[in-house]
C-alpha cells in the first residue's frame, strides 16, 4: 500500500527534552511538509521540503528543525526551544511543489510534554 | 501572506437535508483551492478541489463555487448522510509558493438522524 507513515503515534515528552517524529513516504513524491493542528484552529506550517536536501520555513518554524536526506523521508524534531510544544503534527507529502498538487497527509502523531 | 477565514464553526444538520460550508481568502494570486475532511483522529483526506480558471466543480453529492472576485469559495453536501459527519477544512495556496496549503480553521458537521 502506498502511503504516509506516521511515527509513533502517540508521543510523550518531559519538559526540556528535544524529540524526533518519524515521517516516510512510498509515492515517490518530491514536496513534503509538516503541519501542526492545535484544537479548534486550522493546520499551521511548520516547515517544507521541495526536494531532496532542501527546506523551507513555514509559518511557525520557531523552535523546530528538520532534514531531508532522502526523498521518502522528512523528520520533524521538536526542540526544548519551542515554548508549546502540545499539539497534534501531521506530515503531508505532494507530487511536487508546483501548485494544484494534492496534499496526502498521514495519520499524525499527538505529542504530549508532560 | 495568505489568510483564509471558514464560516461557520460548527454546523448541524438533519440527515438528506444540504450543508454549506463559506471561505474567504486575501490573496488573489492563489490559484487552488481543495477541500479537506477529517475525521477524529485521523489525517485530512482531499474530497474535492478547484482550480481558479474554474468556477464550480461537482463529484456526486459534493460541489465546490469559487467567486475570485469576491475571492470567496463554498463547499456545498447535498442528501447529508451521517459519515459525512466530520470536521471540514478548506485551504488556498499560490503558484510558486511550494504548494504550501494555507488552511481555514475548519467547520465541525454534525449530521443528525
Known amino acids: 500500500d502506498g502511503g504516509i507513515t506516521q511515527s509513533p503515534k502517540y508521543l510523550f515528552r518531559k519538559e526540556g527534552q528535544n524529540v524526533t517524529l518519524s515521517c516516510e513516504q512510498n509515492l515517490n513524491h518530491d514536496a513534503m511538509y509538516w503541519y501542526r493542528q492545535d484544537p479548534g484552529q486550522g493546520l499551521r506550517l511548520i516547515y517544507y521540503s521541495q526536494i531532496v536536501n532542501d527546506f523551507q520555513k513555514g509559518d511557525i518554524a520557531e523552535g523546530y528543525s528538520v532534514s531531508r536526506e532522502k526523498k521518502e523521508s522528512f523528520p520533524l524534531t521538536v526542540t526544548s526551544a519551542q515554548k508549546n510544544p502540545t499539539a497534534f503534527y501531521l506530515c503531508a507529502s505532494s507530487i511536487d511543489g508546483l501548485g494544484y498538487s494534492e496534499a496526502f497527509f498521514g495519520q499524525g502523531t499527538r505529542l504530549t510534554v508532560v | 501572506g495568505e489568510n483564509v477565514e471558514q464560516h461557520p464553526s460548527t454546523l448541524s444538520v438533519q440527515e438528506g437535508d444540504s450543508a454549506v460550508i463559506k471561505c474567504t481568502y486575501s490573496?488573489?494570486?492563489?490559484?487552488?483551492f481543495p477541500w479537506y475532511k477529517q475525521e477524529l483522529g485521523k489525517g485530512p483526506q482531499l474530497i474535492i478541489d478547484?482550480?481558479?480558471?474554474?468556477g464550480e466543480k461537482k463529484d456526486q453529492r459534493i460541489a465546490v463555487t469559487l467567486n475570485k472576485t469576491a475571492k470567496h469559495f463554498s463547499l456545498h453536501i447535498t442528501e447529508t448522510q451521517p459519515e459525512d459527519s466530520a470536521v471540514y477544512f478548506c485551504a488556498a495556496s499560490s503558484p510558486g509558493g511550494g504548494n504550501k496549503l494555507t488552511f481555514g480553521t475548519g467547520t465541525q458537521l454534525k449530521v443528525e438522524l
Open positions: 490573496d488573489s494570486a492563489s490559484n487552488y
Open positions: 478547484i482550480r481558479s480558471n474554474v
